[in-house]
């Protein structure tokens, strides 16, 4: 698949949230995983982990942690981004940095992708809904 440069990846990032029930292939998937990787952090501190979610049930039950992402329930693959405040000050921007590159890579690869945050910084009760 060729690829596009960075600003017209920009231009047609999407926010999307009707699946097929495809699977990804794997070297797509890799590729995703690596987009994650290459974000920059803080300091060079680790402060974010990734989690690839590709079984069914685990899809469904992440779906449900919050009202804002059914759309879940139908997608392939689910990456949950874990930020750790103790390891860095800048945790929240490591973090968010991945998940920007990683849908900038998504689409450079031609699939759609959403953003669920489950944790809100700034509305702690927002996050134990």
Known sequence: MPSMNTLDAI??????TAFTAEPIPAVIRDQLEEALHLG??????????????????LLDRLSRTTPWMEWLRQAALGVVIL??????KYWL????????????????????????AVYHSEDAAESER
């Open 93 to 116: 921007q490591d973090a968010t940095i991945a998940g920007a590159f990683l849908w900038l890579a998504a689409t450079d690869l031609g699939l759609g992708m959403a953003w669920g």
């Open 40 to 57: 920059p952090t803080g300091n060079h501190a680790l402060s974010r982990r990734f989690i690839l979610v590709e079984q069914r049930g």
């Open 11 to 16: 231009r047609l990032r999407r926010e999307i």
């Open 83 to 88: 930020a750790e405040p103790g390891v860095s």
